[in-house]
């Protein structure tokens, strides 16, 4: 009996540390705790790195609206922006790197060029997110085949583990991540597919090999 009110007790007192844990929280620290949860389930134990970004904090946006251009600010108006990043953009075909900005709004996801919308993905229309299981912060942005859609985005991010995580809470399509090991097939567009791969080597590169496939290493 006393073991049976010692539990009890142990129980109680425990959730009352929880509550008042819960209570005690600011609004902020909740959103970096419910993006960590979203992170740890996509790629704890699947790509190099993660652990090392236990520690980092998530940045509200990397870029401010103020630092878009006002053209694409009209372009988009009526859309709430909730995440802005650099990004390099790798051509699908020829593989040119283009630097670009990423802009995550509440329905859709752009990539811009200076005064340029280059490309718009509603969530909605979403058919997956790509990573490699390596340390590189390659991500591909998959999008349906039909006339609106170039084909699917390349992209190479700073802060991969915090873009993933906002881009697929945002979309809410966290199901849809994929880490891929060795490779993985993009399309190129007109029904076109091409191939990119990962690799280790002794420093970090993108580029196009003698077979026309996109090296990662």
């Given at each position: 009996f006393l073991m049976q009110t010692s539990e009890?007790?142990?129980?109680?007192?425990?959730?009352?540390?929880?509550?008042?844990?819960?209570?005690?929280?600011?609004?902020?620290?909740?959103?970096?705790?419910?993006?960590?949860?979203?992170?740890?389930?996509v790629f704890s134990g699947k790509k190099?790195?993660?652990?090392?970004?236990?520690?980092?904090?998530?940045?509200?946006?990397?870029?401010?609206?103020?630092?878009?251009?006002?053209?694409?600010?009209?372009?988009?108006?009526?859309?709430?922006?909730?995440?802005?990043?650099?990004?390099?953009?790798?051509?699908r075909n020829g593989f040119k790197a283009r630097e670009r900005l990423l802009v995550l709004t509440q329905s859709s996801a752009y990539v811009v060029e200076m005064?340029?919308?280059k490309q718009r993905i509603e969530y909605s229309t979403l058919k997956g997110i790509s990573t490699s299981n390596l340390s590189d912060?390659?991500?591909?942005?998959?999008?349906?085949?039909?006339?609106?859609?170039?084909?699917?985005?390349i992209l190479q991010c700073e802060h991969v583990f915090e873009t993933v995580t906002k881009l697929c809470m945002l979309a809410n399509?966290?199901?849809?991540?994929?880490?891929?090991?060795?490779?993985?097939?993009?399309?190129?567009?007109?029904?076109?597919?091409?191939t990119m791969v990962f690799t280790v080597g002794p420093q970090p590169q993108v580029f196009k090999d003698k077979t026309g496939q996109l090296t990662v290493v």
């Open positions: 009890m007790l142990r129980k109680i007192c425990m959730r009352n540390l929880v509550r008042k844990y819960c209570r005690g929280l600011t609004a902020e620290r909740k959103v970096q705790l419910q993006q960590k949860v979203v992170t740890s389930a190099e790195g993660y652990l090392e970004s236990l520690s980092q904090p998530f940045l509200e946006t990397r870029l401010n609206e103020n630092d878009l251009n006002p053209k694409v600010l009209q372009l988009i108006r009526g859309e709430n922006i909730k995440y802005v990043t650099p990004v390099i953009k790798y051509d005064a340029k919308i912060g390659i991500v591909v942005i998959h999008v349906p085949e039909d006339n609106k859609q170039k084909g699917d985005v399509k966290q199901s849809l991540v994929k880490v891929v090991k060795g490779s993985l097939r993009f399309r190129v567009g007109s029904g076109k597919e091409g």
